[in-house]
C-alpha cells in the first residue's frame, strides 16, 4: 500500500484557525484509491510516503526547510503558493469528501487539554455555502482572484450575485 503525505505549510508555520479543505478532501480521495494518509508535521514523518502535496492558503506561511530535501517527492498547490494562477482541485478530487480524521494526531498531540480554536480541527465540518465574496478586503485572495459577481468554476447564478450585490449596498 502506498503512504501519501500531507503537509499543510500554514500550520506548520503558527497555524491557522482552520484546517486546509483541499488537503483534506486530497486525503479522502487518495484513500478511496487505496493509498495510506497522513499529515506530515516532521521530516521523520514525511520519510515513509511516496508523495507528498504540501498546501498554503496565505502568502506569509513559510514552508519547512526540510521539504526542500524531499522536493522532488513533492506537488505544491494552493493560493499560498500562486495567488492569481493556482489551479484548481481535479473535480473528481473537488467532489471528494473531506478526510476529517486527517488532523487527528495533531489534535491528539495537545493531550487532555487542547486550546479551543483546535474544535476546528475536530469538530467543525467545513463547506461552502457560495463562492467569491463582496467585501473586497485587500488582504483577500478573494479580491484577487474573483470578480464579484461572476461565475466561479461554473458554479453560481448571476442573478443571485445581482441580489447580493444590492443587499451589500445597504
Do not use: H
Request: proline share 8%; net charge positive; with cysteine.
Amino acid at each position: 500500500m502506498q503512504t501519501i503525505g500531507l503537509v499543510d505549510a500554514d500550520l506548520l508555520d503558527g497555524g491557522t484557525r482552520f484546517p486546509n479543505l483541499a488537503l483534506m478532501k486530497i486525503a479522502s480521495f487518495e484513500r478511496s484509491r487505496g493509498a495510506a494518509v497522513r499529515l506530515c508535521l516532521t521530516a521523520a514523518d514525511a520519510t515513509p510516503c511516496a508523495k507528498i502535496f504540501v498546501s498554503k492558503v496565505f502568502t506569509k506561511s513559510r514552508v519547512p526547510r526540510w521539504i526542500e530535501e524531499i522536493a522532488d517527492r513533492c506537488e505544491f498547490g494552493g493560493t499560498g503558493f500562486n495567488l492569481v494562477d493556482a489551479p484548481p482541485l481535479p473535480p473528481e478530487v473537488e467532489r471528494s469528501k473531506p478526510f476529517y480524521d486527517l488532523y487527528k494526531p495533531f489534535v491528539d498531540s495537545f493531550g487532555d487539554a487542547p486550546p479551543r480554536w483546535l474544535d476546528a480541527y475536530s469538530k467543525t465540518s467545513i463547506g461552502f455555502t457560495s463562492r467569491g465574496c463582496f467585501r473586497r478586503c485587500p488582504f483577500c485572495v478573494n479580491r484577487k482572484k474573483n470578480a464579484f459577481g461572476a461565475l466561479v468554476a461554473g458554479r453560481g447564478v448571476p442573478r443571485r450575485n445581482a441580489t447580493l450585490r444590492r443587499f451589500a449596498r445597504r
